[in-house]
């Protein structure tokens, strides 16, 4: 059945409508010019991805490797895991620093 | 003239089954979908493991007992697949995902976020019309609004486009990104031998180009066929030969769950003419009303005359062989058959194959054989 009119009704649902189309495209479009994999991108099995990896820096400056996988949940490639992580090692006993790798690269991060 | 036809589309209604359909899919993916994400929900119960929250300080699902989250999210997921409550259970089970996705950044997955996307659009659409214990406890619709149903269909085809545009950049089109994702052990397994530079390279080209032209193929009446057996191939070749297995199968039904929206709504708009004074063809065409839940065919027996006329079909070539009449073609036999598998939801996906050269010839003879052999007895009667 056709309404005669715009009732307030029908406006709702083309403002919901347009608004839903221009998040579904306009996100996606834009995670196309940043580097792979973006959340909300539909950005699957685009690229090589890789676990992050993490070593603590003692105070002797000996470097122990950390075996990342069994301090996190799912290795997703979206995350930038170097401070995250950083922040977990930089609690246990002698560490003065975390070196992680992760999408950004390698970084040594200075426990405070 | 603009306004009246946005209008018209915004307030159009159509009947409700496709959405059944759909939803009855969806509910059994996002029950599955709970098999795949239980390991994580389960390691992020561990307070030894490292939670990574979008915001600081953010209430999290994690925070609550997983057996919880997942009995909550199964029991919705039931009631939502079984038309149960279903503008409520589907609001709930929405909430809950969308809880789920947003509550560590480990919980994120394009799959559970397009499920989040369809179980709401669903869920407004009032899928619970049709094919639903709702249906048979009379809150049943007759028709329910049909924008929701196109974003759906729109939202299928974004997906499709952008999965196909991000994988165009140079470490996807070398074909390291399907090599290295290939399956390595168990029957399916893809040998170190075929992973060479040129068969890689050459599958991830045709892998873009299958996507973006599902992304419009869907559309179009022409190549739906076409578009449906290419969806169906590209997803369970995912599922077949790439690992990890169970996320690929999930993301599969997912994925096709949303397909059975794209066929013709127009409803009888087939005509099965078929003979009705044969026990054995009458079986057939029960089995193919039983399963048309849909509502695409219209059946007419072989003695009905008058109608028989207006559908320029002779009595002989009733009883010959099944009669599939649309309103532009007419085909019988095999291929009469492999047209009404085309609209019925079991079998949409699939029943293009039948239309293969050879498949059809051995279907053509096969058809043939039996319809001279049968034995058709219905009371008394005996052929």
Redesign the interface.
């Given at each position: 059945?056709?309404?005669s009119?715009?009732s307030t009704r029908?406006v709702l649902?083309?403002v919901l409508?347009v608004t839903?189309?221009i998040a579904?495209?306009s996100v996606?479009?834009r995670?196309?010019f940043e580097p792979?994999?973006v959340?909300?991108?539909?950005?699957?099995?685009?690229?090589?991805t890789y676990a992050p990896e993490a070593s603590v820096e003692h105070a002797d400056g000996e470097l122990t490797t950390i075996d990342v996988l069994s301090?996190?949940?799912?290795p997703?490639a979206?995350?930038h895991?170097a401070e995250?992580?950083a922040r977990?090692l930089c609690e246990r006993e002698d560490v003065e620093a975390v070196v992680a790798t992760d999408r950004d690269g390698t970084r040594r991060i200075p426990c405070s | 003239m603009l306004l009246t036809r946005l209008r018209g589309a915004f307030s159009a209604r159509v009947r409700p089954q496709a959405a059944g359909v759909a939803r009855v899919a969806v509910g059994a993916a996002a029950i599955l979908k709970t098999v795949e994400r239980a390991p994580i929900l389960e390691r992020l119960s561990d307070p030894a493991v490292l939670h990574v929250p979008y915001l600081a300080g953010q209430p999290s699902v994690s925070d609550v007992p997983p057996e919880l989250v997942l009995a909550a999210w199964v029991l919705l997921a039931t009631a939502f697949m079984l038309g149960l409550a279903t503008r409520l259970s589907g609001l709930a089970l929405a909430i809950l995902l969308t809880a789920v996705l947003l509550s560590d950044q480990q919980l994120y997955s394009n799959h559970l976020y397009l499920l989040i996307l369809l179980v709401g659009l669903l869920t407004m659409a009032d899928s619970g019309s049709a094919l639903s214990l709702d249906a048979v406890r009379g809150s049943a619709r007759r028709v329910i609004p049909a924008w929701p149903l196109t974003l759906i269909r729109l939202q299928v085809s974004i997906v499709y486009l952008f999965a196909g545009l991000s994988k165009i950049n140079a470490m996807y089109l070398s074909g390291s990104v399907i090599a290295v994702s290939l399956r390595d052990e168990g029957l399916l397994a893809i040998p170190a031998e075929w992973r060479t530079f040129e068969l890689m390279a050459a599958t991830a080209l045709v892998s873009i180009m299958v996507e973006l032209a599902l992304s419009i193929g869907l559309w179009l009446p022409r190549w739906r066929r076409t578009a449906f057996l290419a969806g169906l191939g590209l997803h369970v070749g995912i599922a077949v030969w790439f690992d990890p297995t169970l996320p690929l199968i999930v993301f599969a039904f997912i994925a096709l769950s949303p397909y059975v929206l794209f066929l013709d709504p127009d409803p009888r708009r087939l005509t099965i003419v078929y003979d009705d004074s044969c026990g054995f063809c009458l079986h057939w065409v029960r089995w193919f009303r039983r399963l048309d839940w849909l509502g695409s065919l219209r059946t007419v027996p072989s003695s009905d005359g008058a109608e028989l006329g207006r559908l320029g079909v002779t009595r002989d070539e009733a009883d010959r062989a099944l009669q599939l009449v649309s309103r532009d073609r007419r085909s019988e036999g095999f291929r009469a058959v492999v047209g009404v598998l085309e609209t019925l939801p079991i079998s949409f996906l699939w029943a293009p194959l039948l239309r293969l050269r050879p498949i059809r010839r051995l279907g053509d003879s096969v058809y043939r054989r039996i319809a001279l052999r049968r034995r058709c007895t219905i009371n008394s009667f005996v052929r």
């Amino acid at each position: 059945m056709m309404t005669s009119r715009w009732s307030t009704r029908l406006v709702l649902t083309a403002v919901l409508f347009v608004t839903f189309l221009i998040a579904q495209v306009s996100v996606p479009l834009r995670s196309l010019f940043e580097p792979r994999p973006v959340r909300f991108g539909w950005q699957m099995y685009t690229t090589l991805t890789y676990a992050p990896e993490a070593s603590v820096e003692h105070a002797d400056g000996e470097l122990t490797t950390i075996d990342v996988l069994s301090l996190i949940a799912d290795p997703r490639a979206e995350i930038h895991w170097a401070e995250p992580l950083a922040r977990l090692l930089c609690e246990r006993e002698d560490v003065e620093a975390v070196v992680a790798t992760d999408r950004d690269g390698t970084r040594r991060i200075p426990c405070s | 003239m603009l306004l009246t036809r946005l209008r018209g589309a915004f307030s159009a209604r159509v009947r409700p089954q496709a959405a059944g359909v759909a939803r009855v899919a969806v509910g059994a993916a996002a029950i599955l979908k709970t098999v795949e994400r239980a390991p994580i929900l389960e390691r992020l119960s561990d307070p030894a493991v490292l939670h990574v929250p979008y915001l600081a300080g953010q209430p999290s699902v994690s925070d609550v007992p997983p057996e919880l989250v997942l009995a909550a999210w199964v029991l919705l997921a039931t009631a939502f697949m079984l038309g149960l409550a279903t503008r409520l259970s589907g609001l709930a089970l929405a909430i809950l995902l969308t809880a789920v996705l947003l509550s560590d950044q480990q919980l994120y997955s394009n799959h559970l976020y397009l499920l989040i996307l369809l179980v709401g659009l669903l869920t407004m659409a009032d899928s619970g019309s049709a094919l639903s214990l709702d249906a048979v406890r009379g809150s049943a619709r007759r028709v329910i609004p049909a924008w929701p149903l196109t974003l759906i269909r729109l939202q299928v085809s974004i997906v499709y486009l952008f999965a196909g545009l991000s994988k165009i950049n140079a470490m996807y089109l070398s074909g390291s990104v399907i090599a290295v994702s290939l399956r390595d052990e168990g029957l399916l397994a893809i040998p170190a031998e075929w992973r060479t530079f040129e068969l890689m390279a050459a599958t991830a080209l045709v892998s873009i180009m299958v996507e973006l032209a599902l992304s419009i193929g869907l559309w179009l009446p022409r190549w739906r066929r076409t578009a449906f057996l290419a969806g169906l191939g590209l997803h369970v070749g995912i599922a077949v030969w790439f690992d990890p297995t169970l996320p690929l199968i999930v993301f599969a039904f997912i994925a096709l769950s949303p397909y059975v929206l794209f066929l013709d709504p127009d409803p009888r708009r087939l005509t099965i003419v078929y003979d009705d004074s044969c026990g054995f063809c009458l079986h057939w065409v029960r089995w193919f009303r039983r399963l048309d839940w849909l509502g695409s065919l219209r059946t007419v027996p072989s003695s009905d005359g008058a109608e028989l006329g207006r559908l320029g079909v002779t009595r002989d070539e009733a009883d010959r062989a099944l009669q599939l009449v649309s309103r532009d073609r007419r085909s019988e036999g095999f291929r009469a058959v492999v047209g009404v598998l085309e609209t019925l939801p079991i079998s949409f996906l699939w029943a293009p194959l039948l239309r293969l050269r050879p498949i059809r010839r051995l279907g053509d003879s096969v058809y043939r054989r039996i319809a001279l052999r049968r034995r058709c007895t219905i009371n008394s009667f005996v052929r």
